[in-house]
């Protein structure tokens, strides 16, 4: 069954405050693993500008499909998140996030499409820092697929 289309514009709340940390920049830039000083020695992110280490471009991945879960857990939108697969991602930044930041995340429904059977919704997480400031807005496409026959 098709999503209700009426969601299309519904924003949640803001999440609770992540504090980002050095230790879970550094973690990150390993599992990706990408080498760059400036995720790990905040000397070499001193020199770049920066005044302590920043995080990779899909570090902030980990808070804001958390947040989505805001809209996947809705029972009035009806998402069966167990048919849900990622289906893509995209980052639009103000200025890199930086340990020390606390971030949170306000979702809204983008859009909802039925595409062969499948529900694909696009979930904008807007992320600001405590000072109410904007820093990224992530696009993450869910799918719902659809049903088996038979």
């Known amino acids: 069954m098709a999503?209700?289309?009426?969601?299309?514009?519904?924003s949640y709340p803001p999440t609770d405050p992540y504090e980002v940390g050095r230790e879970k920049i550094r973690e990150?830039?390993?599992a990706?693993?990408?080498?760059?000083?400036?995720?790990?020695?905040?000397?070499?992110?001193?020199?770049?500008?920066?005044a302590d280490v920043?995080?990779?471009?899909?570090?902030?991945?980990?808070i804001?499909?958390?947040?989505?879960?805001?809209?996947?857990q809705d029972p009035q939108l009806g998402l069966d998140y167990s048919r849900v697969v990622h289906g893509d991602q995209k980052f639009a930044y103000?200025?890199?996030?930086?340990?020390?930041?606390?971030?949170?995340?306000?979702?809204t429904?983008?859009?909802?499409k039925s595409l062969a059977g499948n529900d694909v919704v696009d979930?904008?997480?807007?992320?600001?820092?405590?000072?109410?400031e904007h820093v990224v807005t992530a696009i993450t496409k869910l799918v719902a697929r659809a049903a088996e026959e038979g």
Do not use: C, M, W
């Open 94 to 107: 103000t200025r890199p996030v930086r340990a020390g930041d606390r971030l949170t995340v306000t979702s």
């Open 123 to 132: 979930v904008r997480g807007e992320v600001h820092d405590e000072a109410g």
């Open 3 to 10: 999503l209700d289309q009426s969601f299309v514009g519904r």
């Open 32 to 50: 990706v693993g990408d080498p760059n000083p400036v995720y790990t020695d905040p000397e070499a992110a001193k020199a770049l500008g920066y």
């Open 54 to 62: 920043i995080a990779p471009p899909t570090f902030v991945f980990a």
């Open 109 to 112: 429904i983008e859009s909802i």
């Open 64 to 72: 804001t499909f958390k947040a989505a879960g805001q809209v996947v």
């Open 28 to 30: 990150f830039a390993e």
